[in-house]
């Protein structure tokens, strides 16, 4: 009994800091979202309901920002784990210079997400002086000039997708490459001993023995696709809903702190419609991970 007391008494910091910092806020934001009409200078509301989530999905506002995110996480989740994948196959079968390249392959992952934002908008951004690094490319191999940033919706998804890769990619060819060195080389030996391609090694070996790391970046992917904001901000700027490239954490400060910010209500709702998603997701992902863990 003594010792249980003692195992309570160790956790209570650390449960003090999860229910002031975790629990709590959740709980407000819970009680925010079902308030209607809760004026912000007067603390007050009239009652309590539904209607800030009726307002929030149909928002054209959320409704964009809503479209953004999805295709975000759909093409820049499996894309970036793919190529991650791919270059860390190539990086542990080299044995010169592999911790120079892993050095170098890491680089944009600890610079600043804006300073790299920049960088793409002097490479895709038309200015009066210049089409932009990629457009000069473009017309070079005989295309027309796009413009990435203030031009069509297609264009500016495909520079947002393109930095959002650039930037996640980087962290994921760490944890594969590690998990690709802690592979057994008792397993590949074996393997060659039988005359197994090398296709087969990779399919039937390396992808079930790294699977667990492959389904942690996965889901840890999508989580950080359906919180991007800073992306979409360096690249277009504050105003996203003017250039129609707002995401849903973008909506929720928008509704907080935007110009026409001051409704914690909406904002609330818009967070704890996130929060269902992407606790919907990454339990689909789990139960898959477990069910081919069992295979």
Not at 15 to 29: H, K
Not at 98 to 107: I, M, R, W
Not at 163 to 187: C, G, H, Q, R
Request: aromatic fraction near 16%; charged fraction near 10%.
């Amino acid at each position: 009994m003594k010792s249980s007391w003692k195992g309570w008494i160790y956790l209570l910091p650390a449960l003090a800091f999860l229910g002031v910092f975790m629990i709590y806020p959740l709980f407000d934001v819970l009680v925010y979202s079902v308030e209607e009409g809760y004026n912000s200078a007067s603390q007050t509301s009239y009652g309590i309901g539904l209607y800030n989530y009726s307002y929030v999905l149909h928002d054209p506002y959320f409704i964009q920002a809503l479209k953004n995110t999805f295709i975000l996480v759909i093409i820049t989740v499996p894309l970036s784990t793919g190529i991650a994948l791919l270059i860390s196959v190539g990086l542990n079968s080299i044995k010169k210079l592999k911790e120079l390249f892993q050095t170098l392959y890491f680089l944009p992952y600890v610079t600043n997400t804006l300073a790299v934002g920049l960088v793409f908008m002097i490479l895709f951004k038309k200015t009066p002086y210049s089409d932009g690094l990629v457009n000069l490319l473009i017309q070079w191999f005989g295309g027309s000039s796009v413009d990435f940033i203030d031009g069509p919706y297609w264009a500016k998804m495909f520079v947002l997708c393109f930095y959002t890769v650039w930037i996640v990619m980087p962290f994921k060819i760490l944890i594969l490459t590690s998990a690709l060195a802690s592979v057994n080389e008792d397993y590949y030996k074996a393997a060659k001993v039988d005359g197994t391609s090398g296709w087969r090694i990779f399919t039937k070996i390396t992808l079930p023995m790294i699977s667990p790391m492959i389904f942690y970046l996965i889901i840890t992917g999508f989580i950080g696709a359906f919180k991007a904001y800073s992306d979409a901000v360096a690249l277009f700027g504050t105003d996203l809903n003017a250039a129609g490239m707002n995401t849903i954490v973008g909506y929720v400060y928008d509704m907080l702190y935007g110009n026409g910010g001051g409704y914690p209500s909406y904002a609330s709702s818009a967070a704890l419609i996130l929060f269902a998603i992407v606790l919907t997701i990454t339990t689909i992902n789990l139960l898959i991970s477990d069910r081919s863990s069992t295979f």
